[in-house]
């Protein structure tokens, strides 16, 4: 058994067992698609030295065992506040499955 959630390379997320939901093998626990979306605030802040102040997640659809490509931006960057969006579609799929947004301060 892995001793990690995702195995990364570049900004392609590729998930394991730990990923799982107990609702279905084929599907992914809303959770670890959450810490991706935190992780990547995280990275977002240290670039600002800013804080995380507000994270929000939309899961528009049930996220498969399938790698995941992660893409994120500032909408804003300024010295005391900064936003950031953030989506996860699969790997060679144009369909977004899971957005995030985040208010760094």
């Known amino acids: 058994m892995s001793d990690h959630i995702y195995e990364r390379q570049d900004n392609t997320y590729t998930p394991s067992e730990w990923a799982g939901s107990p609702w279905s093998v084929e599907n992914q626990h809303g959770g670890p698609v959450n810490a991706l979306f935190a992780r990547t605030a995280e990275e977002a802040a240290t670039q600002t030295g800013l804080q995380v102040t507000r994270l929000t997640v939309d899961l528009f659809r049930a996220v498969p065992m399938l790698p995941l490509d992660l893409a994120w ?15 996860l579609r699969l790997t060679g799929q144009d369909e977004c499955i899971s957005r995030a947004s985040a208010v760094l301060l």
């Open 73 to 87: 931006r500032f909408v804003r960057r300024g010295r005391r506040i900064a936003a950031i969006e953030a989506e």
